[in-house]
């Protein structure tokens, strides 16, 4: 039998993920082959099965590859990615749209959404990692408890929002760090979800 190429095991897995949230449909053997430039579709074939095996992928009866069916009649939502927030000490808040990308509302939830690459570990306690993107909804509040983006100034951070009678804390989820203290807060944004950078 030959062995596992695991760099294109991965490669496929993550395509058809990116095709599904994208599209709301699994890309066919055909689209795999052809994307990742492999030499026939048996082959496409054995990495699919393996992926099944390692429990990776689902499959199910009349369809090879199975889908969230929060995906099957996804309404995709351009969503810029504008630049990062660090998870650590605030620094300078300077907006950048990097790209724009669709989103499956189904999964990512309604209102305005925009989305930002995490910097730093104070918030890994809450599995936001160095390098994720992280999906905000735009809004002003937050309940006690929530992750938000807070802007002080001309500074911006990601922490857990918790307001007390006289004062804001904003606690980072890491115990190398320590709550900020505040009078006041603007916050611009919820965190809806952390996507894990491809490692």
């Known amino acids: 039998m030959k062995k ?17 949230k994208e599209k709301g449909r699994s890309p066919s053997y055909r689209d795999i082959q052809k994307k990742l ?17 390692r429990g990776l992928l ?3 009866e009349g369809k090879s590859i ?3 069916p929060r995906l099957s ?16 000490g605030p620094i300078l808040a300077i907006e950048n749209i990097e790209g724009t990308f669709a989103l499956p509302e189904e999964i ?9 690459r995490a910097e730093g570990t104070s918030m890994i306690g809450a599995g936001v990692d160095d390098g994720d993107i992280l999906v905000i ?3 002003n509040f937050a309940d006690s408890g929530d992750i938000v983006v807070a802007i002080m100034g001309e500074e911006v951070t990601l922490k857990r929002f918790i307001p007390q009678k006289d004062h804001i ?19 611009i944004g919820v965190l809806v979800r952390s996507i894990h950078k491809h490692k």
């Open 58 to 60: 689902e499959g199910e």
């Open 73 to 88: 009649h996804s309404r995709p939502k351009p969503v810029p990615l504008v630049g990062c927030v660090p998870c650590g």
């Open 169 to 187: 804390i904003l606690r980072p989820e890491n115990p190398a760090f320590q709550d900020i203290l505040l009078k006041e807060v603007n916050i």
């Open 108 to 116: 990512f939830g309604s209102g305005e959404l925009f989305m930002l």
């Open 137 to 139: 909804r735009k809004q």
């Open 37 to 53: 430039n492999l030499s026939s579709l048996s082959v496409v074939h054995r990495y699919i099965n393996e992926l099944k095996v």
């Open 4 to 20: 596992i190429n695991e760099e294109a095991l991965e490669m496929i897995l993550e395509y058809i993920n990116e095709h599904q």
């Open 66 to 68: 199975y889908i969230d």
